[in-house]
């Protein structure tokens, strides 16, 4: 005689890294979003050691640091498959690995380190050497991106703008991303 299990034996039977790895991907599908390092499998493998997942403290920051615009890919908004922009520094161009912090924009605002910063999907695009306090002022304005919204002012939508207001230039993979939505060839729509 076989015993037949239900699913919630199987999620019981699951180690809790899987079990929270299916939770998170529930309450992402829930709110229409499921980003690359929650698909079944190793999630935990898609995180790269070498990199830096700490963010170091602002009053460690060296004075010049090089800022890196970041990309990551995105999956199931809706049927539509797009990416993720953020901002991240290092503190020089040959040492790119080494995270020293990161800025992001998403439903739930903007300003925080991007959660994912060290992942194996990111690509980063360099943009140039900075102050630690132009960093840090960047980082307060991620903070004023307003509403987020997936078609007009989204995450590559709030890259663009900080980048704008403080003279510089985006990637250009940030204005090609999700479809154009938010920005286009040229512009942000919202700078």
């Not at 299990?5 to 991907?25: F, H, N, P």
């Not at 602002?58 to 090089?66: A, G, T």
Request: hydrophobic residues 30%; glycine residues 8%.
């Amino acid at each position: 005689m076989k015993l037949r299990m239900t699913t919630g034996d199987v999620y019981r039977k699951r180690s809790e890294a899987s079990q929270q790895r299916i939770l998170r991907g529930r309450m992402a599908l829930h709110q229409g979003i499921r980003l690359a390092a929650d698909e079944e499998g190793e999630g935990e493998a898609l995180l790269d050691e070498s990199r830096n997942e700490i963010n170091t403290p602002d009053s460690m920051l060296p004075s010049k640091v090089y800022l890196w615009g970041v990309v990551r890919p995105l999956i199931g908004i809706k049927g539509l498959v797009g990416d993720h922009c953020f901002l991240q520094i290092t503190p020089t161009f040959m040492e790119s690995n080494n995270i020293l912090q990161s800025v992001s924009y998403g439903q739930s605002g903007g300003g925080q380190p991007d959660v994912r910063q060290g992942h194996k999907k990111n690509v980063a695009y360099p943009i140039t050497e900075i102050s630690s306090d132009l960093w840090l002022q960047m980082k307060e304005e991620y903070k004023d991106c307003g509403k987020y919204d997936v078609i007009s002012n989204n995450c590559c939508t709030c890259a663009t703008s900080v980048l704008a207001r403080n003279g510089l230039d985006a990637p250009q993979k940030f204005f090609t991303v999700n479809h154009k939505f938010g920005t286009d060839r040229k512009r942000c729509v919202i700078c």
